[in-house]
């Protein structure tokens, strides 16, 4: 059983998931749990066993020198809940930093969703990222699902029809339907030709689906200006290799081809609303 006394009592809190892995090409959204605990200071909730769900051959832990005096810590790969309270906000968000388990799924699930009623989540939203062939130089597509079709129509959620081999982002959030729980994904489409991390646009693209969902503010930092920089990195590989960039202009075509004008309509009216959500709130303060 998992250790929770002497843990804080929360306020209204949602989660938010991401897991290293199957699930999280050019680490896009481990990145953004990753860029939220930096940026809200989150701090330590609970952690999982790591020996009921890892295989350390596979996922190895990692040694690293202390930082004073001599000797070494071993950090275990497992999953970790922190609390993060956003400056303005009255609520609570709890962010699961996690490597995807080697084994035991179904009990690792039933630890997240035990946590999470412990805690008081209600809703949780979980990120993921896959490769595609979506060019690097047009928007990130965010595609998703939820537990029910009423809670992706509140959201306008575009909903991913894939059906094939799914990872623990798509076994968490059927779990947390089945216990009775709200859950959505939102999944970040990653150029296969540039799969290495990071993937600072698919980030900063899920960053700004999930403060449309959640209508909380998000802290982008850098974000916007590291994406720009990866766009024209990529832009310059892609220009040294004539079949590259061949292929790069026949994504773009067909993406073009594909994009509805009424697509487009919805996409410059969510971006003009998230504008004026950001001016309104820095007015405010």
């Known amino acids: 059983m998992i250790e929770l006394e002497g843990l804080p009592e929360l306020v209204d809190p949602v989660l938010i998931a991401a897991f290293e892995g ?19 200071k989150a701090e330590p909730l609970v952690s999982l066993d790591p020996d009921d769900y890892y295989d350390f051959q596979v996922t190895r832990p990692v040694v690293e020198m202390l930082a004073e005096g001599p000797g070494q810590s071993i950090t ?21 930093r996690g490597i995807e388990p080697n084994m035991r799924w179904r009990s690792f699930c039933s630890d997240i969703i035990y946590v999470c009623r412990e805690l008081g989540i209600e809703l949780a939203v979980m990120l993921g990222a896959l490769l595609n062939d979506s060019p690097h130089t047009r928007p990130v597509p965010i595609l998703g699902g939820a537990t029910n079709s009423g809670l992706a129509r509140s959201i306008n959620l575009e909903l991913s029809r894939y059906e094939g ?31 290495q991390p990071p993937n600072p646009k698919a980030t900063l693209a899920l960053l ?29 590989l892609a220009s040294q290799d004539s079949e590259v960039a061949d292929y790069v202009k026949e994504l773009e075509e067909r993406k073009d ?27 405010d303060s």
Request: hydrophobic content about 45%; proline content about 6%.
């Open 257 to 283: 081809a594909a994009e509805l004008p009424e697509a487009s309509g919805d996409a410059i009216a969510a971006e003009f609303e998230r504008y004026l959500r950001r001016r309104d709130r820095d007015t």
């Open 76 to 96: 275990w790969p497992t999953t970790r809940l922190l609390r993060a309270r956003p400056p303005g906000l009255e609520r609570d968000i709890v962010l699961l």
């Open 22 to 40: 199957w699930n999280d090409a050019g680490e896009a959204s481990s990145g953004v749990i990753a860029h939220l605990e930096s940026a809200w």
């Open 208 to 236: 700004r689906r999930l403060e449309d969902v959640l209508e909380v503010p998000m802290p982008l930092g850098d974000l916007d200006e590291e994406a720009r920089a990866w766009e024209r990195g990529v832009d310059e």
């Open 165 to 195: 081999p799914t990872g623990i982002v798509g076994v968490l959030q059927h779990a947390f339907g089945q216990a009775g729980l709200d859950a959505i994904s939102l999944w970040a489409s990653v150029p296969h030709y540039v799969a």
